[in-house]
């Protein structure tokens, strides 16, 4: 029932920044979007899909992969049900769809369709 949608994605060059949004909706009594971690995922083309940020549901700690950290920032506005990727100084490698993914207590999770981001000159 839960729907993540995300969106922002596109062409853009080496070193410069775009921003992901994720709009998230079905929530019922059972369960709300503000009681999901939330994270985001890549997968480029002959690659597994990676975690590249996650942001917990209350306090909203963060975690980064390695290789976005410093240059990616996760956010989440409970008030709106959506969560943001705000991506700077990206490069080549960056290039990837981006997946919105929602989790609770790692057994009920959802998947957005993904977006595109390609970072090309």
């Known amino acids: 029932q839960v729907q993540l949608v995300e969106s922002g994605g596109g062409l853009v060059q080496p070193g410069g920044s775009l921003r992901l949004s994720c709009a998230a909706s079905?929530?019922?009594?059972?369960?709300?979007?503000?009681?999901?971690?939330m994270s985001w995922y890549r997968q480029a083309p002959g690659k597994e899909r990676i975690l590249v940020a996650a942001?917990?549901?209350?306090?909203?700690?963060?975690n980064y992969a390695d290789s976005v950290k410093g240059r990616f920032t996760i956010s989440r506005d409970n008030t709106k049900n959506t969560v943001h990727l705000q991506m700077t100084s990206l490069k080549p490698e960056d290039t990837a769809v981006y997946y919105c993914?929602?989790?609770?207590?790692?057994?009920?999770?959802?998947w957005g369709q993904g977006t595109q981001v390609t970072v090309s000159s």
């Open positions: 079905g929530f019922t009594s059972g369960y709300t979007f503000s009681n999901f971690a």
């Open positions: 942001i917990t549901s209350a306090i909203g700690r963060t």
């Open positions: 993914h929602a989790n609770r207590n790692n057994i009920l999770a959802f």
